[in-house]
Every structure is written in C-alpha cells, then in structure tokens.
C-alpha cells in the first residue's frame, strides 16, 4: 500500500533552515508528481509547492519562491524540501502528497505530516 | 489567484441526516474542482475528484456535483465517523487553492 513518511521538522530560529524529507513506498515513485502541502495550527491547507514526476519541472506558491527548494531522488523514492529564511508565518505541518499521475494536480494520497515551528 | 469559498463554514447534523457543502469558484474552473476530507488529527484523504467521479473505497454516500464556478458535496444519510473537517480544491489554475474548510459535527 502506499506509504508517506515525512521527517525532519522541528523548532527553529527565524532567518535559519531547515531541510524535509518525505520516503514513498508502494508505488513507483518515479512516474508522479509530488507535492508539498501546507497547514499552518488550526487553519486550512495551504499547497507549497509541486515537482514533476522526473524532476525536471518545479512550481512553488509565490510567498514561498526564492526561499523554498522542492526535489526529489528518484533512485531513494524520497521527496525533499529546502526551506531558507524561516518566517514565523512558515509555521505549519508539512504534509506531502502524491499527485495521482504526472501533473493531474490532484492528491490522492498524504503522509502524515512533519510540524515546523519557527520561533525565537 | 482562484479563491474557493465554501458554505457553510460549520455544520452540525443529525446522524441519518443528508448533508451539502458549496463551493465557488471566483472565476470558472470547468470542472477541476475536488474534495477532500480531513478528520482531527489525520492527514486529508481524497473523497471526490473531477466535481463528480468517485473513487474506490469512498462510500457511495459521498457524491459531487457542479461545473465552471459552483460546486457541491453532498453526503447522504450522514454516519458519526463523517465527522470531519470538508475541503474542495482547484487543479485548474496556479497557484491551486483550498477552500476554507467546513466543519461537519455530529449532533
């Protein structure tokens, strides 16, 4: 069956970083898109960012461009997020989610989520 | 950007009871509108995607309508373990947004 785990949350200065991972399983990795989805405590969902199915395309909300790097290792099924220049707004689970082709932009399956916490 | 508002924000209904939740668009999606469903403390899970086409292992209870800007979910004869927070979302166009969410509580 298919398998979401992300790592790699945590608290965190602002202005520092901070990387995530996501490991897939039960499904060859290699043949969707992926995409990181945000919840900040208590409110909605928020979609961060999407990279294609070999990598070669990326998509990011505008508020994350130039702080946020989505990428994956096709050959380790892992998915990854760099996220630079914390922001107390950044403070969120991240989920990440697997589009149910290539670029259907439609998530049909979600990990259970990394919580980001940036504060002083 | 697209901005999905759905309505009501909360609900509360009896068990048995036959639930709707709206979506609409601010401009027309065709129908790239779907829905998901988010019980407390779990990740989303996929309900309904294309506004209408369902998917295994959804119950038959949960269907969707709608296309271009209004949208609907319907649950028919509502069961306690629906209790959930209910999100529709566009694949239409970027950045792909949420609706706010609306709360169904069981009374």
């Known amino acids: 069956q298919v398998q979401l785990v992300e790592s790699g949350g945590g608290v965190v200065q602002p202005g520092r970083s901070l990387r995530l991972s996501c490991a897939a399983s039960?499904?060859?990795?290699?043949?969707?898109?992926m995409h990181w989805v945000r919840q900040a405590p208590g409110k909605g969902l928020e979609w961060v960012a999407l990279?294609?199915?070999?990598?070669?395309?990326?998509y990011y909300r505008d508020s994350v461009k130039g702080r946020f790097t989505i990428s994956r290792d096709n050959s380790r099924n892992t998915l990854y997020l760099q996220i630079d220049s914390l922001r107390a707004e950044d403070t969120a689970v991240y989920f990440c989610?697997?589009?149910?082709?290539?670029?259907?932009?439609?998530?049909?399956?979600w990990g259970q989520g990394t919580l980001v916490t940036v504060s002083s | 950007e697209i901005v999905l508002t759905q309505s009501p924000d909360f609900q509360s209904v009896t068990p048995k009871e036959k639930v709707t939740i709206t979506c609409r668009a601010s401009q027309s999606i065709g129908d790239g509108l779907h829905w998901y469903q988010q019980k407390p403390d779990q990740s989303p899970k996929l309900l309904i995607k294309y506004a209408s086409q369902s998917l295994s292992g959804v119950p038959s209870r949960f269907s969707g309508s709608g296309s271009g800007t209004d949208f609907t979910l319907t649950i028919n004869s509502l069961e306690a373990e629906d209790a959930a927070t209910y999100y529709c979302?566009?694949?239409?166009?970027?950045?792909?947004?949420f609706g706010q969410g609306t709360k169904v509580e069981i009374k």
């Open positions: 039960g499904f060859t990795f290699s043949s969707h898109g």
């Open positions: 979302h566009q694949s239409t166009n970027l950045p792909w947004t």
């Open positions: 989610a697997k589009d149910l082709t290539t670029l259907a932009i439609i998530f049909d399956y």
């Open positions: 990279i294609s199915d070999d990598g070669s395309q990326q």
